[in-house]
């Protein structure tokens, strides 16, 4: 089945301990994203990737790294997360990173920060 | 810089009526693409529709139907005969095929929450 992988879905953790959120796809695609959702906000991007080994910021990026060293793995890292990162993550992937084709999207991973 | 308005917050029904859900977007290219997610109350994003720029014929459906209009700069969403299951919140999003740097980026509206009652 097609689809992307979110780990974990649901976290807490304590303001400063570093954390990974992994996300994976079993489609092949080229292109992937991190977006964060909050209340009142929609969806705004974190970082993406353009193919392995290729990142940039999106809107979003401070607090954030990712890295692009598989095509089907693309993680987002907190190194010190505080409590405005608490927030609803999703990471989505689609077929190019040219042409603005259908995003798969994971489920989602509920993060919060105390 | 893009930008994607949905003015209604929050719609409420009652079922088997019909419904629309309003979209206005701003871009400086000539080429991009118009999406519609629903988002129900499991959380998941699911993918409803994309639309290009050089396509304006509106889409039906089954119960959903799209309006394009580049005109007015927006991409109403239209749903039919509303049912409960139809409760979620629904994006609209926009991605300039000409972003440098980021051609996929997707930029969302703050969503509409829709609620069907019975």
């Known amino acids: 089945e097609a689809q992307v992988t979110q780990n974990p879905r649901y976290l807490i953790t304590v303001t400063g301990k570093k954390l990974t959120v992994t996300c994976s796809q079993n489609?092949?695609?080229?292109?992937m994203s991190w977006y964060r959702q909050d209340p009142g906000l929609g969806l705004r991007q974190i970082y993406y990737?353009?193919?392995?080994?290729?990142?940039d910021k999106g809107d979003v990026p401070e607090g954030y790294k990712v890295s692009r060293k598989e095509k089907r793995n693309f993680p987002l890292i907190l190194e010190s997360p505080s409590p405005n990162q608490t927030s609803l993550y999703f990471c989505?992937?689609?077929?190019?990173?040219?042409?603005?084709?259908?995003?798969?999207f994971g489920p989602g991973t509920r993060l919060t920060v105390t | 810089a893009q930008k994607v308005t949905q003015a209604q917050t929050e719609i409420s029904v009652v079922e088997k009526e019909d419904v629309t859900l309003d979209c206005v977007y701003e871009?400086?290219?000539?080429?991009?693409?118009l999406f519609w997610y629903k988002q129900p109350p499991s959380g998941e994003l699911v993918f409803l529709i994309r639309?290009?720029?050089?396509?304006?014929q509106n889409e039906i459906s089954g119960r959903y139907s799209w309006n394009f209009q580049k005109s007015t700069s927006s991409f109403n969403f239209t749903i039919t005969a509303s049912q409960v299951v139809d409760s979620a919140v629904y994006f609209c999003?926009?991605?300039?095929?000409?972003?440098?740097?980021?051609?996929?980026?997707?930029?969302f509206g703050t969503g509409t929450q829709l609620k069907v009652e019975l």
């Open positions: 989505a992937s689609s077929y190019s990173s040219r042409v603005a084709y259908e995003q798969y």
């Open positions: 489609m092949n695609h080229e292109y």
């Open positions: 990737s353009m193919n392995v080994e290729v990142t």
């Open positions: 871009t400086r290219d000539t080429t991009y693409y």
């Open positions: 639309r290009n720029s050089f396509d304006e």
């Open positions: 999003a926009l991605s300039e095929a000409g972003f440098t740097g980021g051609g996929n980026k997707l930029t």
